[in-house]
């Protein structure tokens, strides 16, 4: 089933843009000097991966963290081992992203925090093979990437405009472009569609990419920005939830090729911190290189339809509506 959407995005397709990627997936992350003491770093999936790798990347420069994560045991064992390797203070939160009300209850939490949220990271992120709903009935991979960090982000919207500034950073993906034609809005749970986990996996990114617009938008007169980032073609956790089959291919063959997870949790970093990028918004970068990313990702339309449709599925405020009160 075609998008409707695809000839507009066929025309806006430049072989520029495929190269322009295809060069910058070699380029190393631009390093930030710059320590982080005393600030406070919020990060989803950090007991693995990306996200562990980033979570001792901010610690080792002075930050203290707030880790959400499924799995209490790990938690502790990651906040035993920051603590003591680098002095800092590291808490976590345990919530089931997949979960719409587990997401809502940790971001309730999170916008009660009496200190300032100065970076806030959405890692978490799966990849499945075959079709899976969460206990509300939604695609899995599109709440874990997109409605998770939309419920997250909404409810922290008005604590990080009383800040006077922070920053956002999606750990997206060039995998949108696996979404080449765009979101199916009108079939985001798969029900119309052969499902594949590549595109599953796209049209979430996508989401992610679309919602970036609409925040970056909303939250710049406060100085808050939002970013997201290709953390390189690296090693992740993503997709041991698969079969034996996926994951032996991906141990003996996509593992041998890829490059080491500390590039992504360096460019992460710089993203997070660097004077060299304070006031940018709404941009996606390949690491730290900026780049345009696929012509569905740019759809201002799309966006505004998505992000009514994502309001509806959570079921919270929408925080770019005014109320008689505000």
């Not at 880790?67 to 209490?72: A, D, E, K, L, P």
């Not at 996508?206 to 090693?235: C, E, K």
């Amino acid at each position: 089933m075609r998008n409707k959407k695809f000839a507009k995005y066929f025309k806006e397709y430049q072989w520029s843009n495929i190269s322009a990627m295809i060069r910058n997936n070699r380029l190393a992350p631009k390093i930030c000097p710059e320590d982080f003491k005393k600030k406070l770093v919020v990060i989803t999936g950090a007991t693995s991966g990306i996200g562990y790798l980033t979570a001792r990347e901010y610690a080792s420069h002075g930050a203290d963290l707030i880790c959400i994560n499924r799995n209490q045991k790990k938690s502790e064992d990651l906040k035993k081992e920051i603590e003591s390797e680098f002095g800092v203070r590291c808490d976590f939160k345990i919530a089931d992203l997949s979960n719409l009300k587990d997401t809502k209850r940790v971001a309730e939490e999170l916008s009660k925090l009496e200190r300032p949220i100065d970076v806030l990271i959405h890692n978490a992120g799966i990849y499945l093979t075959r079709k899976e709903l969460t206990v509300e009935g939604f695609d899995k991979v599109f709440v874990v990437h997109h409605l998770s960090s939309f419920i997250i982000n909404m409810l922290l919207a008005e604590k990080l405009k009383s800040q006077g500034e922070g920053r956002i950073i999606f750990v997206s993906s060039e995998g949108h472009r696996f979404a080449a034609w765009g979101l199916h809005l009108d079939d985001l749970n798969w029900e119309k569609r052969h499902y594949t986990g590549l595109k599953s996996y796209g049209s979430a990114k996508l989401a992610q990419l679309l919602s970036m617009l609409i925040f970056a938008d909303y939250l710049r007169p406060w100085g808050v920005t939002i970013n997201a980032m290709h953390p390189g073609a690296v090693r992740s956790e993503t997709g041991h939830e698969n079969g034996a089959v996926y994951r032996w291919v991906k141990k003996h063959i996509y593992n041998k090729i890829l490059r080491p997870t500390e590039i992504a949790a360096e460019a992460i970093y710089f993203l997070g911190v660097s004077e060299e990028i304070k006031g940018v918004t709404g941009k996606f970068f390949n690491l730290t290189t900026e780049e345009e990313p696929a012509p569905p990702a740019l759809d201002l339309e799309a966006a505004f339809e998505l992000w009514e449709k994502s309001v509806e599925m959570t079921g919270i405020r929408d925080i770019t509506q005014k109320t008689e009160t505000s």
